[in-house]
């Protein structure tokens, strides 16, 4: 029985489509998510904006373990030699080159011809597969091209190295019966393709894409590209679902956890819905979990770890260290920790990068006859820094401390304040934005005390900046 391995492009598409724009920590979590079902790959976005791309593909690189982390490289040196180096740190990489191959998209989109687009497209194929023996050719708009050309496209990636030619649907216009005989067809004209993985990619126009994948599949393909949020392609869990029902009918099966499948999409709907900002992060099935949760300071780490469980985080034992202690910090000060409050805790707690600075404490003076004073301690390695500075309140003085701490002075770009929850115990959510080499780096910080929450935000954010310079 051939396995059928699903490469996830949700995070690709989102962006392509512009349908999301889903934060640093968001894309995180759905990478989580995937790891934690099963999916064979999961393909992010490549590298457009150097230094930040570089630290997100690098923080998603140190989550992937079982699943291939698939990276789009540009046809230029450069951009491969950048992504591998960001992409490095995952257990198993694939670099992806991408071409237009239909003779409207060479000459308007690519500028290229059709015999210099092959040359280009395999000379680029050679360069990542001298860094890994994992490289994937993408045709993105393969079935509007003549089979015999895209056949001379394949036999010149496959002897450059390529080991998986993924063709795409982009117009979405097939029916099943037409891409199956498409797929088909692409087997006779390249012989090559029996020796790798073929991957497909289809459009939902015609609302047959999962239809479309599962001829495919039948056809002879290997690797189905679906996402985990409606976006217009092939629906991971339709065609997971369809390959467990029919996995001995199709002579295929699918390494994805089915029985995990619905919590997983809810999941990652939550964190893709339109409103997420304005609405609660407990609705539907999740709420069903955790409605009327209460947790005090004599909650343990087991306990507290339950719940966390139950809105869907599954954090590393660094990350539930890290949530229970800060945890641990606000019901210090509160009779009660509820549902919404630990989600902002985990929210700010986990999934961030090695802490070059950590916050040792504070002391703030201010009043309305003198300026503020704040007195703030970092520890850098280990290392205790110490200033104290003047400032137009208590916030402010204390971001000059922490710059006298680091030594350097960045730029605010934003800063915000809002309540997590209601009432006299009410916990604040802070964020700020600093600029650092012309790139955000945003910062979240959590506390019942608004200037801690603002220091948080700022040594968080500082601390992506400190990771970045350093890796």
């Given at each position: 029985m051939r396995d059928i391995r699903v490469s996830d492009i949700t995070m690709r598409e989102a962006i392509a489509s512009k349908a999301l724009s889903l934060s640093f920590k968001e894309k995180l979590e759905i990478v989580k998510i995937l790891a934690r079902i099963g999916v064979g790959s999961i393909e992010v976005e490549g590298i457009e904006s150097s230094k930040v791309d570089s630290l997100r593909i690098k923080s998603i690189a140190s989550l992937v373990k079982n699943s291939t982390l698939a990276v789009p490289v540009k046809i230029d040196e450069d951009s491969i030699q950048a992504v591998w180096n960001a992409a490095k740190g995952a257990k198993h990489v694939r670099l992806q080159v991408e071409a237009a191959v239909s003779p409207s998209c060479m000459e308007y989109i690519q500028r290229k011809k059709a015999d210099t687009l092959i040359a280009d497209a395999?000379?680029?194929?050679?360069?990542?597969?001298q860094l890994t023996d994992d490289v994937e050719f993408v045709a993105i708009d393969a079935t509007r091209t003549d089979v015999a050309y895209l056949a001379r496209v394949i036999d010149a990636v496959v002897a450059a190295g390529a080991k998986t030619v993924t063709v795409c649907d982009a117009a979405g216009s097939m029916l099943p019966e037409e891409f199956a005989?498409?797929?088909?067809?692409?087997?006779?004209?390249a012989p090559q393709l029996k020796d790798i993985d073929l991957g497909i990619s289809c459009c939902n126009n015609l609302n047959m894409a999962d239809a479309c994948a599962v001829a495919g599949v039948?056809?002879?393909a290997s690797i189905v590209?679906?996402?985990?949020?409606?976006?217009?392609?092939v629906a991971l869990d339709n065609v997971a679902r369809i390959l467990a029902a029919k996995a001995d009918a199709l002579g295929a099966q699918s390494k994805v956890r089915v029985t995990e499948l619905k919590r997983a999409m809810n999941q990652i709907a939550r964190l893709c819905c339109d409103d997420r900002s304005k609405a609660s992060l407990f609705t539907?099935?999740?709420?069903?979990?955790?409605?009327?949760?209460v947790l005090t300071a004599g909650d343990d780490q087991a306990t507290v770890m339950q719940y966390v469980e139950r809105l869907g985080y599954s954090l590393s034992d660094e990350d539930a260290e890290a949530v229970f202690e800060a945890f641990k910090k606000i019901a210090a000060s509160k009779e009660r920790v509820s549902a919404t409050?630990?989600?902002?805790?985990?929210?700010?707690?986990a999934l961030q990068v090695p802490p070059t600075y950590t916050l040792d404490g504070y002391v703030i003076n201010s009043g309305l006859s003198f300026k503020a004073t704040s007195h703030i301690s970092l520890r850098k390695n280990g290392e205790l820094i110490e200033a104290v500075s003047l400032g137009d309140g208590p916030i402010d003085s204390s971001f000059k401390s922490i710059e006298s701490v680091v030594g350097k002075h960045y730029e605010l770009d934003d800063f915000s304040i809002q309540a997590v929850t209601e009432g006299r115990e009410a916990m604040g959510e802070?964020?700020?934005?600093l600029i650092a080499d012309g790139k955000v780096y945003s910062g979240r910080g959590i506390s019942t005390d608004i200037v801690e929450s603002s220091i948080r935000a700022y040594i968080n954010a500082l601390n992506k900046i400190a990771y970045e310079e350093q890796n």
């Open positions: 395999a000379e680029a194929v050679a360069k990542c597969a005989q498409f797929i088909a067809d692409l087997y006779q004209a039948m056809a002879g590209k679906a996402t985990s949020y409606p976006m217009g392609v539907g099935t999740v709420s069903e979990a955790v409605e009327g949760v409050e630990l989600d902002a805790i985990v929210a700010s707690a802070s964020v700020v934005k």
